[in-house]
Nanobody, 123 residues
Framework: QVQVVESGGGLVQPGGSLRLSCAVS?????????IGWYRQAPGKERELVAR??????????SVLGRFTISRDFAEDGAKSAVSLEMRNLKPEDTALYYC?????????????WGQGTQVTVSS
């Protein structure tokens, strides 16, 4: 019912930038609520990085001021794209980044995940 596909990860040096994209497709975008980015580093729990809901953004303290989340709507109302612009990357940002979609209305109570995209920050 909802397809979530991430892209844009890679290897970058400390201080560099990356842009992650999350493509969301579904029968009706009115059933989609918050869309967020999570990350999970080896040996650590998955944590929320940034989320956008009805234009309102939220960031974890560790990325505030360095990451920017934004959401675009396709004209046909069945697709959306969420981007995560990451600047001044640090080695501790290294993790597998996942896009998460929260369902509302007809999809209330359900959530959908992408397969993840790896971000590695290293010199």
């Amino acid at each position: 019912q909802v397809q979530v596909v991430e892209s844009g990860g890679g290897l970058v040096q400390p201080g560099g930038s990356l842009r992650l994209s999350c493509a969301v497709s579904t029968g009706r975008m009115s059933n989609i609520g918050a869309i967020g980015w999570y990350r999970q580093a080896p040996g650590k729990e998955r944590e929320l990085v940034a989320r956008i809901t009805d234009g309102i953004t939220r960031y974890s303290d560790s990325v505030l001021g360095r990451f920017t989340i934004s959401r675009d709507f396709a004209e046909d109302g069945a697709k959306s794209a969420v981007s995560l612009e990451m600047r001044n990357l640090k080695p501790e940002d290294t993790a597998l980044y996942y896009c998460n979609v929260q369902g509302i209305n007809y999809l209330r109570g359900r959530e959908f995940w992408g397969q993840g995209t790896q971000v590695t920050v290293s010199s």
